[in-house]
């Protein structure tokens, strides 16, 4: 039981701060259109101003949210579960920004998938920026990014059947 609650705790900030950054991102690009001395956009139109504020603050609410609505919760990380989803949050965002950093180095285009690099940059960034307060156990990094690809491979199968996506990856 223990194990299921802390992966959860540690899920719900990264997954909400991901997948809502994405969601309302838009308008002006973090990096304001700027290159690097390789001459190449330092992250890309998809990193904005907008979606890394949104994805911080909607990640940190879902922390506070779970603290609040369950304050016993905290007891199995040991530490204070808002700080901490902040913490995973900023994380979540810094290792989609160093990911998508090294993939405008390498010439990858944007969209273009690095698999499994793509589905699990902010897990690694959030995890690590956590550590501050938390330390994830090996097993439960490894049960985290493992989950994270399956959720992802599945959810593009589902969007491809549903006609939603024009292939499954």
């Given at each position: 039981?223990?194990?299921?609650?802390?992966v959860?705790?540690?899920?719900?900030?990264?997954?909400?701060?991901?997948?809502?950054a994405?969601?309302?991102g838009?308008?002006?690009?973090?990096?304001?259109?700027?290159?690097?001395f390789?001459?190449?956009?330092?992250?890309?139109?998809?990193?904005?101003?907008?979606?890394?504020?949104?994805?911080?603050?909607?990640?940190?609410?879902?922390?506070?949210?779970?603290?609040?609505?369950?304050?016993?919760?905290?007891?199995?990380?040991?530490?204070?579960?808002?700080?901490?989803?902040?913490?995973?949050?900023v994380?979540?965002?810094?290792?989609?920004?160093?990911?998508?950093?090294?993939?405008?180095?390498?010439?990858?285009?944007?969209?273009?998938?690095?698999?499994p690099?793509?589905?699990?940059?902010?897990?690694?960034?959030?995890?690590?920026?956590?550590?501050?307060?938390?330390?994830?156990?090996?097993?439960?990094?490894?049960?985290?990014?493992?989950?994270?690809?399956?959720?992802?491979?599945?959810?593009n199968?589902?969007?491809?059947?549903?006609?939603?996506?024009?292939?499954?990856?």
């Amino acid at each position: 039981m223990e194990f299921v609650a802390r992966v959860s705790l540690m899920a719900i900030p990264l997954y909400l701060c991901n997948s809502l950054a994405l969601v309302f991102g838009g308008k002006r690009p973090i990096d304001f259109g700027k290159k690097f001395f390789d001459g190449r956009r330092i992250l890309g139109e998809g990193k904005t101003l907008r979606g890394t504020a949104l994805g911080i603050a909607l990640g940190t609410m879902g922390a506070l949210l779970v603290k609040t609505a369950f304050p016993e919760t905290s007891i199995f990380l040991q530490s204070d579960y808002l700080a901490y989803g902040f913490l995973l949050s900023v994380g979540a965002v810094a290792g989609d920004f160093i990911e998508s950093f090294f993939k405008r180095r390498f010439g990858v285009e944007r969209g273009k998938s690095i698999f499994p690099l793509d589905q699990t940059d902010f897990v690694f960034g959030g995890l690590a920026l956590g550590s501050i307060l938390v330390v994830p156990t090996l097993l439960e990094w490894v049960f985290l990014l493992a989950f994270t690809v399956l959720a992802h491979v599945i959810g593009n199968w589902i969007a491809y059947f549903a006609k939603l996506k024009q292939n499954p990856w």
